[in-house]
C-alpha cells in the first residue's frame, strides 16, 4: 500500500536511489505506457519547487511518452527488483513487453503511471526541457559520453507527489 508524503518529509538518499539503486523512468497511460532504467538524475529545489532532473538519450523509446505528456514516474525498488529493473534498461519497449517480461504490474495514478512493486515513487510534472549540447559542455572528457553524438535531453520537472510504500 503506497501511502503519500511531503517532499519535506523524504527520507530516502537519492543520490543511492538513483546511481546506485537504479530507477525507472516511466510516461504514458492506460492504454500505452513506456519505462526505462535511469541511473542518472537529481532532486532538489529550482524555482522555488521541489524538482527531478533526469536526462534521456534521443533514441530511447520512453522519450516519445515523455515528450508526449506533461506527467512522469521515478521509481526505486528493493534489491529483490534488481534483475526487473536491469531487464527495463537493456531492452527496448519497441522490441519487448517489459511488463510481460519481467512481472512488473502497472498502476496509474492519476497523472502518470508507476508499479505497484516500487518502494519509492516520484510523480513529476515537466517545467523545462533541453537537449545536451557540445558546445555547453566545459569539461571535454565528458564528450566520451556521446561519441555517437546523442546528447541526453535533461527534462526539469516539479515532483508533484511522493509516494512511499507501508
Not at 508499479?115 to 523545462?128: E, P, S
Request: hydrophobic share 35%; glycine share 6%; aromatic share 12%.
Amino acid at each position: 500500500m503506497m501511502k503519500e508524503i511531503n517532499h519535506s518529509e523524504l527520507n530516502e538518499n537519492m543520490f543511492n536511489a538513483i546511481g546506485r539503486n537504479w530507477m525507472l523512468l516511466t510516461a504514458g497511460d492506460k492504454d500505452k505506457l513506456n519505462t526505462m532504467t535511469i541511473s542518472w538524475g537529481c532532486t532538489g529545489i529550482l524555482w522555488n519547487k521541489p524538482v527531478a532532473l533526469v536526462f534521456v538519450r534521443p533514441q530511447r523509446y520512453t522519450k516519445e511518452f515523455i515528450d508526449n505528456g506533461d506527467y512522469f514516474t521515478m521509481s526505486g525498488y528493493s534489491d529483490e527488483m534488481r534483475s526487473a529493473v536491469k531487464f527495463c534498461g537493456r531492452n527496448s519497449g519497441k522490441d519487448v513487453d517489459k511488463i510481460k517480461e519481467t512481472g512488473l504490474i502497472p498502476v496509474f495514478d492519476e497523472k502518470a503511471p508507476y508499479f505497484k512493486q516500487a518502494k519509492i515513487v516520484l510523480v513529476c510534472r515537466k517545467l523545462y526541457a533541453q537537449q545536451l549540447s557540445e558546445d555547453c559542455i566545459i569539461d571535454k572528457s565528458l564528450l566520451d559520453y556521446y561519441k555517437d553524438n546523442d546528447y541526453h535531453t535533461m527534462y526539469v520537472a516539479e515532483i508533484v507527489k511522493v509516494l512511499i510504500d507501508e
